[in-house]
């Protein structure tokens, strides 16, 4: 059975930062692209990053590139979301997503194209 567990939401204040971890199971973690997903109230589901099986590949939309860092560790079935500089607009709920695949580039950036779901940790940035 495979589980995808989020950690590490909470309140923080606009500028701070934030580290999101995903841990999985019932899975070979390393067979998967993974990805950051996040979803405000009265919005659509939204792609905030995403990273291939080796690490070597990541994809991030406009709204978080250069604020926003995805990363895995294999050996320990996690991957994280470094989130700096974060802003009020970044308030939703963020979900961990993985989809089977192997590739060497990912591009994988909606949520139809992921099977496994966590069920989301509340990112919450005050003004």
Do not use: H
Request: proline share 2%; hydrophobic share 35%.
């Amino acid at each position: 059975q495979v589980q995808l567990v989020e950690s590490g939401g909470g309140l923080v204040q606009a500028g701070g930062s934030l580290r999101l971890s995903c841990a999985a199971s019932g899975l070979t973690f390393s067979s998967y692209t993974m990805g950051w997903f996040r979803q405000a109230p009265g919005k659509e589901r939204e792609f905030v990053a995403a990273i291939n099986w080796s690490a070597r590949s990541t994809s991030y939309p406009d709204s978080v590139k250069g604020r926003f860092t995805i990363s895995r560790d294999n050996a320990k079935n996690t991957m994280y979301l470094q989130m700096n500089s974060l802003k009020p607009e970044d308030t939703a709920v963020y979900y961990c997503a993985a989809r089977l695949e192997r590739t060497a580039t990912v591009v994988a950036s909606t949520s139809v194209e992921y099977k496994y779901w966590g069920q989301g940790t509340q990112v919450t940035v005050s003004s």
